[in-house]
């Protein structure tokens, strides 16, 4: 069974920092590719950051510059460092991890980020 646990998450004043964690098990993060997404109320989820490969990608550019996804292959877990937070950063964040090549994509539960003004 495919399990993916998100945690870090809470409430963090305006210019703060908060580091996620997705802890993954029945996987290995080292073969998929590994992304957080967050979905603000009334919004769409949106990709934040992934990684495929060694390659990082970082989605909005909103976030660029203050986000940073990395992955511990010998921990099983992927992180996301979150600098500069603003007010707008508020959402529930979710780990994603997704295989296309065997149709794979799991979701875990989400972790909800409030950024106070």
């Known amino acids: 069974q495919v399990q993916l646990v998100e945690s870090g998450g809470g409430l963090v004043q305006a210019g703060g920092s908060l580091r996620l964690s997705c802890a993954a098990s029945?996987?290995?993060?080292?073969?998929?590719?590994m992304g957080w997404y967050r979905q603000a109320p009334g919004k769409q989820r949106e990709l934040v950051a992934r990684?495929?490969?060694?390659?990082?990608?970082n989605y909005p550019n909103s976030v660029k510059g203050r986000f940073t996804i990395s992955r511990d292959n010998a921990k099983n877990t992927v992180y996301l460092q979150m600098n500069s937070l603003e007010p707008d950063d508020t959402a529930v964040y979710y780990c994603?991890?997704?295989?296309?090549?065997?149709?794979?994509?799991?979701w875990g539960q989400g972790t909800q980020v409030t950024v106070s003004s």
């Open positions: 990684i495929i490969g060694s390659t990082v990608s």
């Open positions: 994603n991890a997704a295989n296309p090549w065997v149709g794979d994509d799991y």
């Open positions: 029945g996987i290995g993060v080292n073969g998929y590719n």
